[in-house]
């Protein structure tokens, strides 16, 4: 199977900046898209910023200008900068990656979610 755990989540004022970090491990054998949710009390899951395997970027346009998603494919590792934080960044921030790994002699696809890390943004 596949797993993710994401790290980095804490408290920080406004104004401030957190880096979060996700660490796929499995037999992985590709990852597509490597993605960041957040989701606040109340309300829906949200895509927050996403990035393929070739680098192309996209953001939600809350974040643009502030957030920075990028990957290390060789770590098999996602990281998220979040600088100029708000309060309404508060929120539990969740790694997704889409690709395939090796089970029992086959090739199958995987979509992981990870567990979440919990970021404050508050004075």
């Known amino acids: 199977q596949v797993q993710l755990v994401e790290s980095g989540g804490g408290l920080v004022q406004p104004g401030g900046s957190l880096r979060l970090s996700c660490a796929a491990s499995?037999?992985?054998?590709?990852?597509?898209?490597m993605d960041w949710y957040r989701q606040a009390p109340g309300k829906q899951r949200e895509l927050v910023a996403g990035?393929?395997?070739?680098?192309?970027?996209n953001y939600a346009d809350s974040v643009k200008g502030r957030f920075s998603i990028s990957r290390d494919n060789a770590k098999k590792t996602v990281y998220l900068q979040m600088n100029s934080l708000k309060p309404e960044d508060t929120a539990v921030y969740y790694c997704?990656?889409?690709?395939?790994?090796?089970?029992?002699?086959?090739?199958?696809?995987?979509?992981?979610w990870g567990l979440g890390t919990q970021v404050t943004v508050s004075s």
């Open positions: 997704n990656a889409v690709g395939v790994y090796h089970s029992g002699g086959l090739h199958r696809t995987f979509n992981a």
């Open positions: 499995g037999s992985i054998l590709s990852i597509n898209d």
């Open positions: 990035i393929t395997s070739g680098g192309t970027t």
